[in-house]
């Protein structure tokens, strides 16, 4: 499995760029004790983020300063949605990823309301990399899969994984994918990875489809 997740080529991101920002995010120390970072109100260690739009940050909050936030597009933070569900039904060929021309097997593709289109994101051993995305194949990637338009923008993505025997498809909060990536760059070793980042990718995977519990999008 592990030669199909090749170490990218391409550099990280500038950091004032929005992943640069949410890379901060995954790095974080989870600490005991956390706090509402809008209001300092202890929070568990279970809980709801708020996507900061305009510096394209991730914000920990208790569940009183989400509810301000839940679905009014129009405010500086948008609230990350927590549900997860595995895209049993979603269409794409080895063609059509292929013509995405994604250097690995493992991405996720948002909308970004700044930038007015959809674009894909992959883990690698340095961060989040970002990829040049040919939109007309996206398009027609969106058009034989409808659900691609109901994906909340800047905050829900399609995860995709093709490293497993069969690929995957999963729509996800953004902070799922920032998780892998995490997962990622804190146990690769050498230019394969190393056994130990196969194992956690595996893991990470279990654990997103139980969580999912099979629903359908």
């Known amino acids: 499995m592990n030669n199909r997740l090749a170490k ?23 600490e005991i004790g956390e706090v509402c970072e809008l209001c300092a109100k202890p929070i568990a260690p279970v809980h709801a983020h708020l996507l900061e739009v305009e510096k ?21 933070y948008r609230r990350i949605p927590r549900q997860v569900h595995r895209l049993h039904s979603f269409l794409m060929d080895d063609h059509e ?3 995405l021309l994604i250097p690995v097997n493992l991405a996720f593709f948002v909308y970004s309301s700044s930038a007015n289109k ?19 194949h996206w398009d027609a990637i969106a058009e034989r899969n409808p659900m691609l338009k109901k994906l909340k923008p800047d905050v829900e993505a399609l995860l995709v994984n093709r490293i497993s025997d069969s690929s995957q498809y999963f729509r996800v909060p953004i902070d799922q ?24 990718i ?16």
């Open 8 to 30: 990218p080529t391409a550099t990280g991101l500038p950091g004032g760029t929005p992943l640069a920002t949410l890379q901060r995010f995954v790095r974080m120390p989870r």
């Open 56 to 76: 394209r940050r991730v914000t920990c909050a208790c569940e009183a300063c989400c509810i301000l936030f839940d679905g009014n597009t129009r405010q500086g």
């Open 97 to 99: 990823w292929e013509s």
């Open 118 to 136: 959809t674009v894909a994101q992959y883990p690698g051993p340095g961060g989040v990399m970002e990829s040049t995305l040919d939109l007309e």
């Open 177 to 200: 994918c920032l998780h892998l990536v995490g997962v990622i760059r804190i146990h690769w070793h050498g230019l394969s990875g190393g056994e130990q980042v196969w194992k956690e």
């Open 202 to 217: 595996d893991s990470f995977f279990r654990e997103l489809n139980a969580r999912a519990g099979h629903q359908r999008a």
